[in-house]
């Protein structure tokens, strides 16, 4: 699993609870900031940093602690 599936995965799990309606709301959210959240869950966009920032950007937006979600 790439780092940027990690991020998602973390900040989807951080922020919905396991309330599937809030996971995906916070997918929306996400494809709405331009990420392309299908891809990223399917490995078919590659870790960039640009789009490992970008996640980090939502996190903090969604009030999401980016630090306790592990990657590695």
């Known amino acids: 699993m790439n ?3 990690k991020i998602l995965n973390g900040i989807i799990r951080e922020k ?8 995906s709301n916070v997918q929306m959210k996400m ?3 331009g990420i392309n959240v299908k891809g990223i869950m399917e490995d078919k966009i590659p870790d960039t ?9 939502i996190a ?3 009030e999401v602690d980016i630090h306790q979600i592990p990657t590695t």
Do not use: R, W
């Not at 919905?16 to 996971?23: H, M, Q, S, V």
């Not at 940093?49 to 950007?57: A, F, G, R, V, Y």
């Open 16 to 23: 919905a609870k396991g309330d599937t309606f809030l996971e």
């Open 49 to 57: 940093p640009d789009l490992i920032e970008k996640l980090h950007e």
């Open 31 to 33: 494809m709405m900031k």
């Open 60 to 62: 903090k937006e969604l």
């Open 3 to 5: 780092t940027s599936k």
